[in-house]
């Protein structure tokens, strides 16, 4: 119950630690407080001792001590969760974008212009506080990874910031926590923290463009460049569709279909032919024109895509 990749109750880094604290002591507070005045109800009922019906009792009791008790509480959580937003300059930036129903994903060079653009998947570098600002394109949506940070929303016209850091490598699931219309909880993501050497090697590998294809896939590149480029963009191809996810790297993340599929030619062919079924209201037709075989030959190409 305690584990699991999408677990507030499982903290992989400082920032859901704290939460996790304060969660445990209010819960732990709030327990001993219950279990004191379910005696107390019974010792009232069995034995009607007269001293519970004192007045002094109830100044005490009903006054006093429930606010000496949410007092000391309230200061604890607002002392503690002071610590999440007083935090050293992040070490990497990233912008977040909630559309319906998936993420887009801007990694920013440190002079705040974009390096490349992914999609339902951030990648960061362990032990490193990570800054993530968070827009929607469209409506609300809410960006929760429980296993590294708290929850926060992606508001039409503001910018929202949330910090996240991994105390360890390990990949962890998030989703969109607040109801966004449609397939809203299918609109899931992942966050793999790996060593710096190895999160720096695959930011070098997504700032490429996609290598030129061999000729064997040159009939899947000229099905997407005719079918898929409006709205999808793969750079080093001419295809700079902005309506949907930046497939330049797909074939290199876990999941599709925000974080719903497993990433593989198969899964990509069905959701290219039959997306309106595995994730009913999403904002990209079935493309049912295609034979078998271009069909086969598209989701090849799309999953060469690395
Ligand atoms: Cu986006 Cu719910």
Known sequence: MLGGMQSALNPQGPNAAAI????????????????????????????RPAFLARHGMIIAGGIAFPVAVLSALLVYSLLRAASLSAQPPPGLRIEVTGYQWWWR????????????????????????????????????????????????????????????????????????????????????????AAEREEFERWREQQRRPAVAVDAEKQKGQSLFLSHCAACHTVRGAPAQGRLGPDLT????????????????????GAWIASSQHIKPGNLMPDFREFSDDDLHALAAYVASLK
């Not at 790297?249 to 990509?268: C, E, K, Y």
């Open 20 to 47: 996790a604290e304060i969660s445990w002591v209010l819960f732990a507070g709030g327990s001993v407080i219950f279990l004191l005045v379910m005696a107390l109800a019974a010792w009232a009922v069995w034995r």
């Open 249 to 268: 790297h797909v074939a290199s993340r876990l999941s599709i279909g925000a974080g719903i599929l497993p990433n593989d030619v198969r899964t990509i």
């Open 105 to 192: 994903i801007d990694y920013l060079a440190p002079d705040g212009s974009v390096e490349f653009v992914t999609a339902n998947e951030l990648r960061i570098p362990v032990g490193e506080h990570v800054e993530v600002a968070l827009r929607s394109a469209d409506v609300l949506h809410s960006f929760w990874v429980p296993a590294l940070a708290g929850k926060l929303d992606l508001v039409p016209g503001k910018d929202n910031r949330l910090r996240l850091a991994a105390a360890r490598p390990g990949t962890w699931r998030g989703q969109c926590a607040e109801y966004c219309g449609g397939p809203h909880a299918q609109m899931a993501f992942y966050v793999v």
